[in-house]
Nanobody
Framework: QVQLVESGGGLVEPGGSLGLSCAAS????????MDWYRQAPGKQRTLVAR???????TYADSVKGRFTISRDNAKNTVYLQMNSLKPEDTAVYYC??????????WGKGTLVTVSS
């Protein structure tokens, strides 16, 4: 069983920046596709950014140019750098991992609040 632990959420003003981290409890994380999802109150969980085992990245249109996903395989950690934050970015952010055998793992989430 792989555990994912997110950190870095908090309160930030509009236009500010915040970085999230997700640490995986497996030394094989480099083989996994890693994602960040988010869920705002009353809305469905949606994909924010994805990074494959070969470090190919994709982003939701709403965050392109503002968010950057990256990974450090030596630390079994994936990051999400969020810049130019907007109030509509307020949500619980979840880390997700997909193993080569198509097993899905989720973190418990970290709250990001963008407000003045």
């Amino acid at each position: 069983q792989v555990q994912l632990v997110e950190s870095g959420g908090g309160l930030v003003e509009p236009g500010g920046s915040l970085g999230l981290s997700c640490a995986a409890s497996t030394s094989f994380a480099s083989r996994y596709t890693m994602d960040w999802y988010r869920q705002a109150p009353g809305k469905q969980r949606t994909l924010v950014a994805r990074i494959t085992s070969s470090s190919t990245t994709t982003y939701a249109d709403s965050v392109k140019g503002r968010f950057t996903i990256s990974r450090d395989n030596a630390k079994n950690t994936v990051y999400l750098q969020m810049n130019s934050l907007k109030p509509e970015d307020t949500a619980v952010y979840y880390c997700h991992a997909l193993s080569p055998g198509d097993m899905n793992y989720w973190g418990k989430g970290t709250l990001v609040t963008v407000s003045s």
